[in-house]
């Protein structure tokens, strides 16, 4: 009997030692996983704190004043078919070149909504539907302008982003540049389409990343950035042909420039995703991102090789400002760096880390 009770006791200290040693183990884990997931640029804030940042050092005097309460969520209908004539009824003040100010007061900024585009008039109808009325009620002065490839050559989305920035500084010194995936559509008309003075990731929760961004560092959809940050570091990279890491490259540019990543909070950046075809990465881009820091200061808006372009077709469409282009064929040679200053693979994974 004796001998039962002491190995019992024996028993239970064995056991206790066993769940301390768990118990740190999650404890190191948890840890562990906090250092290396820790991402201190990425920060949400609300809309308001948005138009705070930037009403600072200027006078409200005649300024639009934005309710954000009264902004409401919309039912958005990825299925819907409208056509430019059905747009344009429902929003008789939107003038020649997707183009809008308030009449009653002074919006804070003037944006430029840049949108890369080839062969997808349907999504751009349903995209237009969507934003058009919503930028009126956000009081934003804007012009939207859509960058179309020419040609059948591997997309270039970067490229076409720096294309759209240029082209549409000709048109007017516009405060803050939103680029704008053609098939993702705001579900609330909360998400402010305004700068601050930061990178304003504004896709903050998709539909088909189950409304989280995928990892911290995603930059994709649709970010707005201010004219002056976005020269700052310099734009897209130009050398990114095909699908995939060229949001990753711009993201790793305003890491390394001490910009923050903001995002609104995920109930208000929710998006849908018009269905399609989900496309394949380019056989070069992650090998790409790996050279992406010794190309960055010469890989954008500051390479007059890679910014080469034509444009073919400028016009006022009544609902948006088309601007068409032949950007070149993708080289031969595709610029991946140089291999002495590559990223390591540390610095990769911790990238892509959620
Ligand atoms: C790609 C990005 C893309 C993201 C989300 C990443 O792996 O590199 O370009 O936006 O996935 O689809
Ligand atoms: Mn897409």
């Known amino acids: 009997m004796i001998r039962c009770k002491m190995s019992l006791k024996s028993r239970m200290t064995k056991c206790r030692r066993h769940l301390r040693s768990v118990l740190l183990f999650i404890y190191f884990s948890l840890l562990g996983f906090a250092l290396f997931n820790y991402k201190s640029h990425c920060v949400y ?50 003038k020649k070149g997707g183009v809008y100010s308030p009449k009653k007061c002074q919006a804070w900024q003037k944006v430029a909504i840049i949108i890369p585009y080839r062969d997808r008039y349907h999504f751009l109808m349903i995209l237009l539907n969507r934003l058009l009325p919503m930028l009126q009620r956000q009081q934003l002065n804007f012009r939207i302008f859509v960058v179309e490839q020419a040609g059948d050559k591997q997309f270039n989305r970067g490229k076409l982003m720096n294309v759209g920035y240029l082209e549409a500084l000709k048109f007017d010194k516009f405060d803050c540049f939103v680029f704008q995936d053609a098939d993702l559509l705001p579900e609330t008309d909360k998400n402010l389409y305004m700068c601050d003075p930061h990178a304003r990731h504004l896709a903050s929760a998709i539909n088909e990343m189950r409304y989280h961004v995928m990892y911290y560092n995603y930059a994709g959809g649709v970010i707005a950035l201010n004219r002056e940050n976005y020269h700052r570091i310099n734009g897209y990279s130009n050398s990114y042909w095909g699908w995939g890491n060229e949001d990753d490259d711009f993201s790793a540019r305003i890491l390394e420039s001490g910009l923050l990543l903001t995002r609104p909070p995920e109930h208000i950046g929710r998006y849908k995703m018009v269905r399609h075809k989900k496309q394949t990465r380019s056989d070069h881009g992650n090998e790409m991102f790996l050279g992406w820091r010794s190309r960055w200061m010469t890989d954008g808006l500051s390479d007059p090789d890679g910014m080469n372009y034509t444009r073919l077709q400028l016009e006022e469409l009544p609902l948006y400002t088309h601007v068409k282009v032949d950007i070149g064929d993708p080289p031969a040679q595709m610029r991946l760096g140089n291999p002495d200053e590559l990223v390591s693979l540390w610095w990769f994974l911790k990238f892509y880390f959620p």
């Open 45 to 94: 804030t609300m809309p308001d704190a948005l138009l705070q940042m930037s009403q600072i050092g200027h006078s409200s005097e005649g300024k639009c004043k934005i309710n954000i309460a009264e902004l409401d969520e919309v039912k958005v209908d990825i299925f819907s078919e409208p056509s430019e004539k059905e747009i344009q009824a429902i929003n008789p003040e939107v």
